[in-house]
C-alpha cells in the first residue's frame, strides 16, 4: 500500500507509482485530475486531511510537494500510496531539499494523470507572482489562501494584480455560504439595492471579497465594518423600499437572518472545514470570473477577466535576492 | 417561483451557489409509515445538511396518531440521525427541530383536513411559508381518492387560494391497470393542476440514471453506434435478492410486473432507448420519452417471450429461504408472479428489430440493476477462428446499481506469442470515489419538487403508455400460471429458453 523512498529520483518515483496501482487493481481508476500541494512541513498533515476529503468528492492524485532548506545538498525522499491512510486516491508526497526544490516541476510532470486537469494549492503563504513557480505555470487551476499570508489584505491586493483567469482563492470559497444565503434572501425581492453591508474581522479576506461580491453585482457603495469577527459576522442589504435583509453571525457557527417584518430565524452557519473548502474549488474547472468581478471591485485593479489565461515561467534565483 | 432573471445576486456563470427552493411546508402524510422514517425523514435533513433547505421551512407530519410535536420529533431525530447520508450533527438538527409540525388526524375525517387547512395559513404567519405546500401522499393507493377528494373540498390544492404554490407527490403504484391509473390521473390532475403532479419513480433520481444521458448526448463516441446497425440486443435488469419482506397484502395483488416492470424499467428502457431531446428542460425529455414509449411493441408469441415466474423454496446467500406460497399472509396457491422476462420490440427506424429484453424479480442471486447494450460480432474477423473462441460480443453495461459505473467489454489479445483474442472489461466507476457526495435519490427528488423541476418525473401519459404494454401481458398470464424457480437462481427455465431461442443469453450481471 505505500512505498518509501529515500533519496531517490524522479524516474523511480514513477515505478513505484506503477507497481503501486497495479497491486491495487481497479481501487483508483477515474481519475478526475491532478492536485499539486504546495506545502511546509508543519503543514502537511492538515493538508494531507483536507485533500483527503476533497478526493473523496473528486477521484484525483495527489501530488504534495514539500521544499525544504535550499542549503542542502539535493535530495528527495518519497512516500508512494495507494489507497491507503489518504483514502481512494493516488497520493506522493515528495520531501526535495537543496535547490532541486526550485525544480520540483521536472519532478512532478511525468506523474501528473495523462490528460487530466491540475490543480496546484498553496496550503502556505502564496507567490507573490505565480509566475515565479513552475508548479503554478503548469496547472489549468490555481488555488491561493490569502488567509494565510501575514498581511491578508495586501495578499489580496498581489492576487489582483498578478490574477489570471483560473486563480481562485480560498479566502473566496469562504464565502459561498453566505453568498448563497443573500442570493435567496433576495430573490423574491422586486426593486433595486440602496446599500449593503459586510461585517467581518479587521484585515479579513473573505469580509473584503464578500464586500467586493455586493459592489459588482448590485451596483451600490458597499461599506465594510470593522468587528470582532471571527470571520465574517453580518452582511445586510437595503432596498429602495425600505424593505431589508440582514444576516448576523456573531460566533461563528449560528446565524440569525431577518428579512423585512418576518420573524427572525436562526440557522446554522458554520465556518467550513478545509477540505469542504478545497472539494468546492475542485467541482469546476472552469475559470471564475464571478471571483474576478468580486476581487477587481474589492481591489480597484480592472480587466481582470481580460488577462490571458496562460502564464509563461519567469526564473528567479532566490540567491539573488539574498545576494541583490 | 424564484425569479433569477432580476435577482442582481443571481448570475448564471456562479456555479458556486445553489438553487434554493422557496420559502415552503412540505406535507407528509403517513409520515410513521418505513418510507418517511427511512428515506424522506433522513433525505429533508441531509437537504438541511447541505445548506439547500429554504430560510422559512417547515416539515408538517399527518397521521392516525395520538401525538404532538414531541412525539413526532423524537421520531423524525431518530430516523435522520439513523438514516442520513451525511454526518449528523446536532445544529443543523435543531434547526430542523423547529421547523417540525405534526398534525394528528385519518385519511377519512373531514376535522382532520380542515385543521390542516388552518394550520398551513397559520405557518404562513409563524414560520413565513409564503402559502407555498408540497404533499407527499405517502399512503396507500386505495386512500388516495379519499385524501384527495378531501384536499380539493377544503381548497389546499388550489395555487390561486394563498397565492403560493401547491404542489402533490404521488409514488407508485400509479393505479393496476390502465382504466385504474387513468381514473387516478384524471383526479389528481383535475384537484392539482398537471404541472404541480409529481410522480416518483426513485430510479429516476438516481446519479448513474442521469448519467446515462450525459453519456449518451454529451459524447460522440456512442451516439452513432446507438442504433440497429451496431446493436444486437439490449438487456434491462433489476434483481432482488429479498423476499415481499412482509409485503404480502400489497405484492400479492399487484406482482412483479405491475410493481417493477410498469414503471422502473420502462422508464429505464425510455431513456436507453430515446432520441435526443432538443433542449435539457423537462418538457422535451419527456416528449421523447413518450414517442418511445408508444412505439413499445409487445411479443406476437407470448406464451414464449412473456414469461413469468414465482420462487420456490431454496438457498441464498448461505441461508433457507421459503417458498413464495409459504412467505406469511400469502393466499394459498397465488398465481402471482415475483419474476417476469419479456421481449419487447421498439418500432422505430432507430430500433427496428432490436430486441428488448427486460428482466426483474424477487430471490434472484444478487440485488443488480443495469442496462446492457449488447453490440453486433464484427461482420468479418481476420483471424483464425480458434483465436477468438473465447471473444464474446462488445458490450456497454451502465450499472444502476449497487456499485454504480460504466463497463465497456470488448476483445483484447492475450499476452503471449499465439493470436488469441479473449474478452476483457474497462471500468468506469461511479461509486468507489463519488458516492460520498452524491446525493441520494430521494434527496434529489424532493429538492426538484420544492424547486418545481419535473425533468425527473413522469407525466402522466407516460404512465398512460406504459400500462398500454402491461394491461395485454396481464391479461394472457390471468390464464397462465407461473412458472416455480428455485430461490437463489437467475430465474425460471422458460426464461433461459426465450433467449437460447434467439441465440442469445442473459448476461450474468
Known amino acids: 500500500m505505500t512505498t518509501t523512498l529515500w533519496d531517490t529520483n524522479g524516474g523511480d518515483i514513477v515505478k513505484a507509482l506503477l507497481v503501486e496501482r497495479r497491486a491495487a487493481g481497479a481501487l483508483a481508476s477515474g481519475l478526475a485530475l491532478s492536485l499539486v500541494v504546495v506545502v511546509d512541513e508543519k503543514h502537511v498533515a492538515e493538508a494531507e486531511t483536507a485533500a483527503t476529503v476533497a478526493a473523496a468528492a473528486h477521484p484525483c492524485r495527489l501530488l504534495i510537494v514539500v521544499r525544504r532548506s535550499l542549503e542542502r545538498d539535493n535530495r528527495i525522499d518519497a512516500e508512494v500510496q495507494v489507497g491507503g491512510r489518504l483514502g481512494p486516491t493516488e497520493a506522493v508526497v515528495m520531501r526535495m531539499h537543496g535547490r532541486v526544490a526550485l525544480h520540483a516541476e521536472s519532478v512532478v510532470l511525468p506523474l501528473l494523470a495523462p490528460d487530466a486537469p491540475v490543480v496546484t494549492w498553496w496550503y502556505a503563504a502564496p507567490p507573490d507572482v505565480i509566475a515565479t513557480d513552475a508548479l503554478g505555470v503548469l496547472a489549468n487551476r490555481r488555488i491561493t489562501d490569502s488567509a494565510q499570508a501575514s498581511d491578508p489584505i495586501a495578499a489580496l491586493q498581489r492576487r489582483a494584480e498578478d490574477f489570471a483567469p483560473g486563480d481562485t482563492d480560498l479566502a473566496w470559497s469562504r464565502t459561498t455560504p453566505w453568498r448563497s444565503l443573500l442570493a435567496s434572501a433576495m430573490d423574491p425581492v422586486d426593486s433595486a439595492a440602496s446599500t449593503a453591508t459586510v461585517g467581518c474581522e479587521t484585515g479579513n479576506p473573505s469580509g473584503a471579497l464578500l464586500c467586493g461580491w455586493l459592489t459588482s453585482k448590485l451596483g451600490v457603495e458597499t461599506t465594510v465594518e470593522d468587528t470582532k469577527g471571527p470571520g465574517i459576522t453580518e452582511a445586510g442589504i437595503t432596498v429602495n423600499n425600505g424593505y431589508r435583509v440582514r444576516i448576523t453571525r456573531p460566533d461563528g457557527r449560528l446565524a440569525t437572518l431577518s428579512l423585512g417584518e418576518d420573524p427572525e430565524r436562526k440557522l446554522p452557519l458554520p465556518r467550513r472545514e478545509l477540505g469542504d473548502l478545497l472539494a468546492e474549488e475542485l467541482r469546476r474547472m472552469d475559470p471564475d470570473y464571478v471571483y474576478a468581478e468580486a476581487l477587481s471591485a474589492a481591489t480597484g485593479v480592472g480587466g481582470l477577466d481580460q488577462r490571458p489565461a496562460t502564464r509563461t515561467h519567469v526564473w528567479r534565483d532566490p540567491a539573488w535576492a539574498e545576494s541583490g | ?509
Open chain 2, 1 to 509: 417561483m424564484s425569479r433569477p432573471e432580476t435577482n442582481p445576486l443571481r448570475d448564471p456563470r456562479d456555479r458556486r451557489l445553489p438553487r434554493v427552493p422557496d420559502p415552503c411546508a412540505l406535507v407528509v402524510f403517513g409520515v410513521t409509515g418505513d418510507l418517511a422514517r427511512k428515506k424522506l425523514i433522513p433525505a429533508v435533513y441531509d437537504l438541511g445538511n447541505r445548506g439547500l433547505l429554504p430560510p422559512g421551512f417547515v416539515l408538517l407530519g399527518f397521521a392516525r396518531r395520538d401525538w404532538g410535536v414531541g412525539e413526532f420529533e423524537s421520531l423524525a431525530r431518530e430516523a435522520a440521525s439513523q438514516h442520513s447520508r451525511t454526518e449528523f450533527r446536532e445544529d443543523v438538527w435543531r434547526r430542523i427541530a423547529d421547523s417540525l409540525s405534526f398534525l394528528p388526524g385519518s385519511f377519512d375525517d373531514p376535522e382532520g383536513f380542515d385543521a390542516l387547512a388552518a394550520k398551513l395559513v397559520e405557518l404562513e404567519e409563524t414560520h413565513g411559508i409564503k402559502g407555498n405546500a408540497a404533499f407527499y401522499l405517502s399512503i396507500p393507493p386505495a386512500a388516495f381518492p379519499t385524501v384527495l377528494e378531501q384536499m380539493a373540498r377544503t381548497e389546499m390544492s388550489d395555487n390561486s387560494v394563498r397565492g403560493g404554490w401547491r404542489r402533490v407527490v404521488v409514488e407508485k403504484p400509479f393505479g393496476h391497470d390502465q382504466q385504474s391509473a387513468r381514473e387516478l390521473n384524471e383526479l389528481v390532475d383535475r384537484v392539482f393542476t398537471p404541472n404541480d403532479v409529481f410522480r416518483i419513480d426513485h430510479y429516476l433520481g438516481k446519479e448513474t440514471v442521469q448519467n446515462l444521458l450525459a453519456l449518451r448526448f454529451a459524447n460522440t463516441l456512442f451516439e452513432p453506434i446507438w442504433n440497429s446497425h451496431f446493436v444486437d440486443s439490449v438487456q434491462i435488469t433489476m434483481a432482488e435478492d429479498v423476499g415481499i419482506d412482509g409485503r404480502a397484502a400489497f405484492y400479492d395483488s399487484a406482482g412483479a410486473a405491475r410493481d417493477v416492470l410498469q414503471n422502473h424499467l420502462l422508464q429505464l428502457l425510455a431513456l436507453t432507448a430515446m432520441e435526443e431531446p432538443v433542449s435539457f428542460d423537462a418538457e422535451a425529455i419527456r416528449t421523447e420519452k413518450i414517442k418511445v414509449l408508444n412505439a413499445i411493441s409487445l411479443p406476437r408469441d407470448l406464451e414464449h417471450d412473456a414469461i413469468r415466474g414465482q420462487y420456490d423454496q431454496g438457498w441464498l446467500a448461505g441461508q433457507r429461504v421459503p417458498a413464495y406460497l409459504d412467505e406469511k399472509d400469502v393466499p394459498k396457491g397465488s398465481t402471482t408472479e415475483t419474476y417476469v422476462a419479456v421481449r419487447l420490440g421498439i418500432e422505430t427506424r432507430r430500433w427496428a428489430g432490436v430486441p428488448f429484453y427486460l428482466r426483474t424479480g424477487k430471490r434472484l442471486p444478487r440485488r443488480v440493476t443495469e442496462i446492457a447494450v449488447v453490440f453486433k460480432k464484427a461482420p468479418h474477423l481476420p483471424f483464425d477462428a480458434t483465436d477468438t473462441v473465447e471473444l464474446g460480443q462488445n458490450q456497454l453495461v451502465v450499472r444502476v446499481q449497487p456499485d454504480e459505473g460504466v463497463t465497456l467489454r470488448f476483445g483484447s489479445k492475450v499476452p503471449g506469442s499465439a493470436m488469441e483474442v479473449r474478452d476483457v472489461s474497462m471500468d468506469f466507476l461511479y461509486g468507489a470515489s463519488f458516492t460520498e457526495s452524491s446525493p441520494e435519490a430521494y434527496e434529489r427528488l424532493i429538492l426538484d419538487v420544492l424547486l418545481g423541476d419535473q425533468t425527473l418525473f413522469p407525466r402522466n401519459e407516460e404512465v398512460d403508455a406504459s400500462w398500454r404494454v402491461i394491461d395485454p401481458l396481464e391479461e394472457f398470464w390471468a390464464t397462465h400460471p407461473p412458472e416455480k424457480y428455485r430461490a437463489g437462481e437467475w430465474g425460471p427455465r422458460g426464461a433461459d429458453e426465450m433467449l437460447t431461442r434467439d441465440g442469445r443469453v442473459w448476461r450474468r450481471p
